[in-house]
């Protein structure tokens, strides 16, 4: 329910009041980015954390898609969605937010001021780290979503090849070097390869599908029109954009002049040695699972 303002509101026997003092259409159109800042905050509730890793960390996780296609000119690369987005750090905030580039259907506000959007593979993971947030409270085994660009794509490829055509069920620690590297990492080492039911079921024996299942990207991606880019981001005030250019936006360093489709060329299946992954849940010892 949103707040409305009257037309009467604020009057004052005082003489001209402070400017701080709101009323009116002044007083509505504050109401109302408070209210979609709240809408917004409680949509982004109900989707997945996006996998981001602070330098020197390290994080370990197990992959729920990521086959490489093994026919036709594709070949060799991932099987997997991608899209382009722009990262906007509203208010200077650290933590980004990510909304789809609509150049490929209208003219995109974020594009035309300068917020490059990138391109990005979409990969669902489970982020076996514990983590605990200012409140003290404790997160382990959360779904998230790891969007990947150039050079990472290029490195999990290997990674897919070397587990046998695929990262579906992959155990894989992750690390990142520096604050130059991406943010979603730049060392990636298979631990194991296990059957996704046999994961999800180490993650939670009773509702172990919903763990394992692939998220609905229409729903995690944030999709604004050129509209209500505008109306969000203020790209019609006179003092300019709402938020911070592209220069200030958060990027993953290293990685920005990359281009995609990639990996060419790249052949798909096993590496030489790569053991065989188990056929089925009943095959694995759920204690030998690495977390």
């Excluded at 579906?168 to 070097?177: C, H, I, P």
Aim: charged share 25%; aromatic share 8%.
């Amino acid at each position: 329910m949103g707040i409305h303002v009257g037309a009467g509101a604020g009057k004052t026997n005082a003489g001209t009041k402070p400017s701080w003092l709101l009323s009116g259409d002044a007083a509505q159109e504050v109401a109302n980015e408070h209210q979609a800042a709240a809408d917004e905050r409680k949509a982004d509730r109900d989707k997945s954390w996006r996998f981001y890793m602070k330098p020197d960390n390290e994080a370990r996780l197990f992959f729920l898609n990521g086959e490489l296609m093994t026919e036709g000119e594709e070949k060799g690369s991932f099987d997997i969605d991608f899209v382009e987005e722009h990262a906007v750090r509203p208010n200077g905030s650290k933590v980004p937010k990510f909304y789809v580039c609509i150049s490929s259907t209208e003219t995109c506000p974020l594009c035309e001021s300068g917020n490059f959007a990138a391109f990005v593979g979409l990969f669902a993971v489970i982020d076996t780290t514990k983590f605990t947030n200012k409140e003290g409270k404790v997160f382990q085994n959360k779904k998230k979503i790891l969007a990947a660009k150039g050079q990472s794509i290029k490195k999990l490829a290997k990674k897919a090849q070397m587990a046998g055509g695929s990262l579906v069920g992959v155990v894989m620690d992750v690390s990142r070097s520096d604050s130059r590297s991406a943010t979603v990492g730049d060392e990636f080492e298979i631990v194991g390869t296990f059957p996704l039911e046999a994961l999800g079921k180490r993650v939670d024996s009773k509702n172990w599908e919903q763990v394992i299942a692939i998220p609905d990207w229409a729903h995690e991606l944030t999709y604004l029109s050129a509209a209500e880019q505008r109306e969000k981001f203020h790209f019609d005030a006179p003092a300019g954009p709402g938020y911070q250019t592209s220069s200030d936006a958060p990027t993953y360093a290293g990685e920005d002049n990359d281009e995609l489709p990639i990996p060419g060329g790249a052949n798909s299946g096993p590496a030489p040695g790569t053991p065989p992954a188990p056929d089925a849940p009943g095959e694995v010892d759920m204690d030998q699972i690495p977390f």
